[in-house]
C-alpha cells in the first residue's frame, strides 16, 4: 500500500521494532502536545487555546509533564486563568451546596460512586484534561488506520504478525476497537492471530526477567546476559504501557 500522511506515523511506529507500536505512537503524540501547549510558538498565548486549557485543565500526571517541560512563563499563564476559572466555578458550587441529610443506615453504607456535589464537582475536573482530550481523538484516528491497512495491506498484516506485540493496556483497547471495525469473517482470522502474538511475545518477556533474576546468582555472573539488560523497563512497558526509562522530556530551547 502506497504511503500516506495519516499511514507514515503507523508504519514508522511498526518499524521501530518497539514493544508496542501504540506506545510509540502516545509517546510522539503527547510530546508533540507538550510542545504545542507549551512550545516556543506560544500557543498559550492564543485566546482560543487558553479558553480550551482554562475549561478542560489538565490532569495530575499531566501537570507533572508540564512542570518538567520546563517554561515557567508558560505555566504561570496557564495557571492564571485557570485559575480565574476555576475559583468562579468553585464559588458556584458553594453558593448551591446543601448538605445531604445524615441518616444511621447512610453511616454505614458504602458506595464506589460519589454521592456529595462538591466531591462530584472535584471528580470530574480530576477527569478533565486538554492534553488527554486531544489525544484521545487522535488515538481512535490511529486505530482507524490501523484497521484500515491490517485489512487492506498484506504486508502491514504480516509486520505486525511477526512483531513483537502489543502492551496489554493498548492491547486491550485493539480488541475494543475491533468490535465496530471488523464484521464476523475478520474477526475470525484476527482474534486468533492476535493471540498467538501476545502469547508468544510475553512468553519472550518472562524468559527476559526470569534470565535478568538469574544473572544475580554468583553462579551466572560470567554469563551472557542475553536479552534481559533491558528487561525491567520493556516488563513494566508489555504490562502497562508507557517508558518507565524515558528521560524527562524537556522544552528544546
Not at 126 to 141: G, L, M, P, Q, V
Request: charged residues 30%; neutral net charge.
Amino acid at each position: 500500500m502506497k504511503e500516506t500522511l495519516y499511514t507514515i506515523p503507523l508504519n514508522d511506529a511498526v518499524n521501530a521494532n518497539d514493544e508496542c507500536p501504540f506506545c510509540f505512537i502516545e509517546r510522539e503524540v503527547e510530546q508533540d502536545l507538550l510542545d504545542f501547549v507549551l512550545g516556543s510558538g506560544s500557543s498559550y498565548m492564543e485566546s482560543d487555546i487558553r479558553d480550551a486549557t482554562d475549561k478542560a485543565g489538565f490532569c495530575r500526571a499531566h501537570y507533572k509533564k508540564m512542570f518538567d517541560y520546563g517554561n515557567t512563563l508558560g505555566n504561570g499563564w496557564i495557571l492564571k486563568t485557570h485559575y480565574m476559572r476555576m475559583n468562579k466555578e468553585m464559588a458556584e458550587q458553594f453558593k448551591n451546596f446543601t448538605p445531604q441529610k445524615s441518616s444511621l443506615m447512610g453511616k454505614f453504607k458504602k458506595n464506589s460512586q460519589r454521592q456529595n456535589p462538591i466531591g462530584i464537582w472535584v471528580e470530574e475536573k480530576e477527569k478533565s484534561c486538554y492534553i488527554c482530550n486531544r489525544f484521545a481523538d487522535t488515538y481512535e484516528r490511529y486505530l482507524d488506520t490501523f484497521f484500515f491497512m491490517y485489512k487492506k495491506d498484506e504486508e502491514f498484516r504480516n509486520r505486525i504478525k511477526n512483531s513483537k506485540g502489543f502492551c496489554l493496556h493498548h492491547f486491550g483497547d485493539l480488541c475494543e476497537a475491533s468490535e465496530t471495525r471488523m464484521n464476523d469473517k475478520e474477526k475470525k482470522e484476527f482474534y486468533p492471530a492476535m493471540f498467538e502474538l501476545m502469547e508468544k511475545n510475553m512468553a519472550r518477556i518472562q524468559e527476559d526477567v526470569d534470565w535478568l533474576v538469574e544473572k544475580f546468582d554468583y553462579k551466572n555472573q560470567n554469563a551472557d546476559w542475553k536479552n534481559s539488560r533491558d528487561a525491567i523497563q520493556r516488563g513494566m512497558q508489555k504490562l502497562k504501557g508507557g517508558y518507565p526509562a524515558d528521560p524527562v522530556y524537556k522544552m528544546n530551547k
